[in-house]
């Protein structure tokens, strides 16, 4: 089945500088979504991609759609404080495109 | 305001009795959906439902029920809970079916039931 793949399970980095989460399907995906959660929170939706190639910024945040629609990327330039928390994938396939398939998270820790 | 709510919000219950977890959302959302989240393994879709009396298996179903009578409420329903379904679960729900692009795609979770089943 399809299954979401992504990297690194933790990262721990300076404040200010950046970091960068990824995700691999195993399948073509129609769509990618990135959700945030912050400890003892419920994710919280942050964006959709759904064009190939597709690159989408929220202020200090890009997020990438792969050319072949199988990958997906969010860059945090210069990590604040409050950018702590896990950050999820979740795609869905055409062949089964109701069904949410999420990666299994970035937990991002920054030092002061 | 707009919510997703879920009660109750921690339960610990023993094997074998039966339980419903209520999720209820106030913004006339089409598309709802239980999750697990566990270490490790992010979140797991369980159930999903696109419009009421349309309910159909995400990723890992066993052991679960689901009904959509009500637009508004998607119970769960763990008609003979183990000690392996001890999670944190989501409801979540967004206006249409996720995946058409546009800002109604969007899914509200719920806050979260954190389950211990003995």
């Known amino acids: 089945g399809q299954q979401v793949m992504q990297i690194p399970q933790y990262q721990h980095v300076q404040e200010g500088e950046d970091f960068t989460t990824y995700c691999n399907s195993s399948?073509?995906?129609?769509?990618i979504q990135w959700y945030k959660q912050r400890p003892g929170g419920h994710p919280v939706f942050l964006i959709q991609?759904?064009?190939?190639?597709e690159v989408k910024k929220q202020k200090r945040l890009t997020f990438q759609f792969g050319e072949a629609k199988k990958n997906s990327s969010l860059h945090i330039t210069a990590t604040q404080t409050t950018d702590v928390g896990t950050y999820f994938c979740a795609g869905q396939g055409y062949s089964s495109a109701s069904k949410i398939i999420f990666g299994s998270g970035t937990r991002l820790s920054i030092r002061p | 305001e707009a919510q997703v709510t879920q009660n109750p919000r921690y339960l610990i219950t023993v094997t074998g009795k039966k339980l419903t977890v209520t999720c209820s959302q106030n913004m006339n959302h089409e598309y709802m959906s239980w999750y697990r989240q566990d270490p490790g393994l992010g979140l797991r879709q369980i159930y999903y439902s696109m419009n009421v009396e349309v309910t159909d298996k995400g990723d890992v179903p066993e052991g679960y029920k689901v009904s959509r009578k009500e637009k508004r409420n998607f119970p769960l329903i763990l008609e003979s809970p183990s000690p392996n379904q001890t999670s944190l679960y989501f409801c979540?729900?967004?206006?249409?079916?996720?995946?058409?692009?546009?800002?109604?795609?969007?899914?509200?979770f719920g806050p979260g039931t954190r389950l211990t089943v003995l």
């Open positions: 399948t073509t995906l129609s769509n």
């Open positions: 979540a729900s967004s206006f249409r079916t996720p995946g058409q692009g546009g800002s109604t795609d969007t899914q509200y």
């Open positions: 991609l759904v064009k190939s190639g």
